[in-house]
């Protein structure tokens, strides 16, 4: 089944202490993003990656870090959390970012992360 | 500045009828514009794209329509049904030298009710 997957779904950690979440993509995407989702605001995007060892910032990267090693996983650092990182978290992928006009962006199921 | 916005921000129906919901926007250039459909606690699923050529495009129940002159988009669902309880978001892509770009808008929470 062509899916987007995020590990963990659900994480509470306490300020300071570094954490990644995991996100794998099998439908061979180019393209793959990180979002946060937070009430009262539309999805934001935070970096994305247009191919393995290339990535970009979004609208919000301040306080993340990504790597893109491989070409269906796409992690999400955040290297020492603060409680204005609390939020849901949702991974995309598409097949190349939009150069084919009308591709579809899959999203994974989310992760709601607390920083306490 | 680049801004989607959608009215209204929640709407409760009776299962089988019809509604509408509203996207305008002011971002530019534009690519197209997407509908999706986020149910709680799951990621958005994409129900219609549309360019600027189209301005009509249907999923089942689900028909969108674009005035790419007006910046105006609307998603009218018919004969709705308890399983549309969701929030709908509108997204409006700009193409950039680095792909799509997409500015979201905050959605329209729809419930749907016997």
């Known amino acids: 089944e062509a899916q987007v997957t995020q590990n963990p779904r659900y994480l509470i950690t306490v300020t300071g202490k570094k954490l990644t979440v995991t996100c794998s993509q099998n439908?061979?995407?180019?393209?793959m993003s990180w979002y946060r989702q937070d009430p009262g605001l539309g999805l934001r995007q935070i970096y994305y990656?247009?191919?393995?060892?290339?990535?970009d910032k979004g609208d919000v990267p301040e306080g993340y870090k990504v790597s893109r090693k491989e070409k269906r996983n796409f992690p999400l650092i955040l290297e020492s959390p603060s409680p204005n990182q609390t939020s849901l978290y949702f991974c995309?992928?598409?097949?190349?970012?939009?150069?084919?006009?009308?591709?579809?962006?899959?999203f994974g199921p989310g992760t709601r992360l607390l920083v306490l | 500045k680049n801004q989607v916005e959608q009215s209204p921000q929640s709407l409760i129906i009776l299962e089988g009828k019809n509604c509408t919901l509203q996207?305008?926007?002011?971002?530019?250039?534009?690519?197209?514009l997407r509908w999706y459909k986020q149910d709680t606690g799951r990621g958005p699923v994409s129900l219609t794209i549309?360019?600027?050529?189209?301005n009509t495009k249907s999923n089942g129940r689900y028909t969108a329509t674009l005035d790419a002159d007006t910046k105006q988009s609307s998603l009218h669902i018919t004969a709705s049904q308890l399983s549309d309880s969701a929030s709908y978001i509108c997204?409006?892509?700009?193409?950039?030298?680095?792909?799509?770009?997409?500015?979201f808008g905050t959605g329209t929470q729809l419930k749907v009710e016997l």
């Open positions: 990656s247009m191919n393995v060892e290339v990535t």
């Open positions: 996207c305008n926007y002011t971002v530019s250039p534009f690519s197209n």
């Open positions: 995309a992928s598409s097949l190349s970012g939009g150069y084919f006009i009308q591709e579809t962006q899959y």
């Open positions: 549309m360019t600027f050529s189209e």
């Open positions: 439908m061979n995407h180019e393209y």
């Open positions: 997204v409006v892509s700009q193409y950039t030298g680095g792909g799509n770009k997409l500015t």
